[in-house]
């Protein structure tokens, strides 16, 4: 069953959260869509952490220290690094496997936040996200027109949803960032292409990674991929340069661009693309977190964190 959103329903959430018109057109448009529009609904009060687990500096603040902004740099891991970075990865697979299990129809993305918190706190990890910029959950659950950030509340899944999960872990000291797209019931054909392309897209663009070559190519790969399937890339979301930081230098664009900088071994970057079936166009709504689509479109993504080596990359996160 297709759930609409309803004028009035539509009306409300307009209100509460300040959409443009912009947003209101492509909405009113989009009522007869085959799938469920979605904005932001009610959440829950905040979830903490127990103090025996290692916070990253902004957990208590949720704001960035000035040492953790900036910086031009793109740092080189050492071993000990390194090592930090290849279990935070594992541990964030881990944890969104775990999560996966629990997708169904009917299950809220409230749910999806509580228990990805319960598996952090099990593990002795920190849920990343968690008020990172005052982020108020554990994970970015972002479904159907929400390209990315969306704030996990008490909407149900619905039948026909995709739903991207992004989960990142703070453990000993490491970031590991990972996300997948999931199938919910039946998605039309549409839908699926726009995973299975995302999916490939990422993918393709880890391939041409290795010490010597350019940045440009991730995005340029990327760009290519989602052309040929009839996607837009979304150009408003990066991956970025991960470790000690959520994230740090070098910026990773996902659309075709020109630039002479070149990958170096031991450097540490998400590759995490989001695909459109419609334009490429977001608006963040006035949570300050919850990027739509403009004209109402199902956007798809996939992310990796990945370790350049001698001869390619290690998919930290696979
Ligand atoms: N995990 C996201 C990324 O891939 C970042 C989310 S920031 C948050 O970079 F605060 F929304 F969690
Ligand atoms: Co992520
Ligand atoms: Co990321």
């Given at each position: 069953?297709?759930?609409?959103?309803?004028?009035?329903?539509?009306?409300?959430?307009?209100?509460?959260?300040?959409?443009?018109?912009?947003?209101?057109?492509?909405?009113?448009?989009?009522?007869?869509?085959?799938?469920?529009?979605?904005?932001?609904?009610?959440?829950?009060?905040?979830?903490?952490?127990?103090?025996?687990?290692?916070?990253?500096?902004?957990?208590?603040?949720?704001?960035?220290?000035?040492?953790?902004?900036?910086?031009?740099?793109?740092?080189?891991?050492?071993?000990?690094?390194?090592?930090?970075?290849?279990?935070?990865?594992?541990?964030?697979?881990?944890?969104?496997?775990?999560?996966?299990?629990?997708?169904?129809?009917?299950?809220?993305?409230?749910?999806?936040?509580?228990?990805?918190?319960?598996?952090?706190?099990?593990?002795?990890?920190?849920?990343?996200p968690?008020?990172y910029k005052h982020f108020p959950?554990?994970?970015?659950?972002?479904?159907?027109?929400?390209?990315?950030?969306?704030?996990?509340?008490?909407?149900?899944?619905?039948?026909?949803?995709?739903?991207?999960?992004?989960?990142?872990?703070?453990?000993?000291?490491?970031?590991?960032?990972?996300?997948?797209?999931?199938?919910?019931?039946?998605?039309?054909?549409?839908?699926?292409?726009?995973?299975?392309?995302?999916?490939?897209?990422?993918?393709?663009?880890?391939?041409?990674?290795?010490?010597?070559?350019?940045?440009?190519?991730?995005?340029?790969?990327?760009?290519?991929?989602?052309?040929?399937?009839?996607?837009?890339?979304?150009?408003?979301?990066?991956?970025?340069?991960?470790?000690?930081?959520?994230?740090?230098?070098?910026?990773?664009?996902?659309?075709?661009?020109?630039?002479?900088?070149?990958?170096?071994?031991?450097?540490?970057?998400?590759?995490?693309?989001?695909?459109?079936?419609?334009?490429?166009?977001?608006?963040?709504?006035?949570?300050?977190w919850?990027?739509?689509?403009?004209?109402?479109?199902?956007?798809?993504?996939?992310?990796?964190?990945?370790?350049?080596?001698?001869?390619?990359?290690?998919?930290?996160?696979?």
């Amino acid at each position: 069953m297709i759930k609409k959103l309803s004028y009035s329903v539509y009306r409300s959430l307009r209100t509460k959260f300040d959409i443009s018109s912009a947003y209101n057109v492509a909405v009113t448009k989009a009522l007869d869509r085959k799938f469920s529009l979605v904005l932001p609904q009610e959440t829950t009060p905040f979830r903490t952490i127990p103090d025996h687990i290692q916070k990253p500096p902004y957990a208590v603040t949720g704001h960035l220290a000035p040492k953790q902004i900036g910086g031009e740099d793109v740092e080189v891991k050492n071993k000990h690094q390194i090592v930090g970075m290849r279990k935070a990865g594992k541990m964030a697979r881990k944890i969104l496997n775990q999560t996966a299990e629990c997708l169904k129809i009917g299950i809220t993305t409230d749910e999806i936040d509580a228990k990805v918190h319960q598996l952090c706190i099990e593990n002795d990890v920190y849920p990343s996200p968690l008020n990172y910029k005052h982020f108020p959950k554990s994970v970015c659950t972002s479904i159907n027109n929400v390209a990315c950030h969306g704030i996990p509340d008490l909407r149900p899944l619905t039948d026909g949803d995709i739903i991207n999960v992004d989960i990142t872990v703070f453990c000993d000291g490491f970031h590991g960032d990972l996300s997948e797209t999931y199938l919910i019931g039946n998605v039309d054909e549409k839908g699926r292409k726009l995973v299975h392309a995302t999916k490939l897209a990422r993918d393709a663009a880890i391939s041409v990674c290795k010490p010597g070559v350019e940045y440009c190519q991730i995005g340029k790969t990327i760009s290519s991929v989602a052309e040929a399937h009839g996607f837009s890339v979304v150009p408003a979301f990066i991956g970025h340069g991960i470790g000690e930081r959520f994230h740090c230098p070098p910026d990773i664009f996902h659309f075709a661009y020109e630039s002479p900088e070149v990958m170096k071994e031991g450097v540490t970057f998400t590759i995490e693309p989001i695909l459109s079936e419609g334009n490429d166009e977001v608006e963040i709504l006035s949570d300050g977190w919850t990027a739509v689509m403009c004209d109402g479109s199902r956007t798809a993504q996939f992310e990796h964190t990945v370790l350049v080596t001698k001869d390619g990359v290690e998919i930290l996160t696979e």
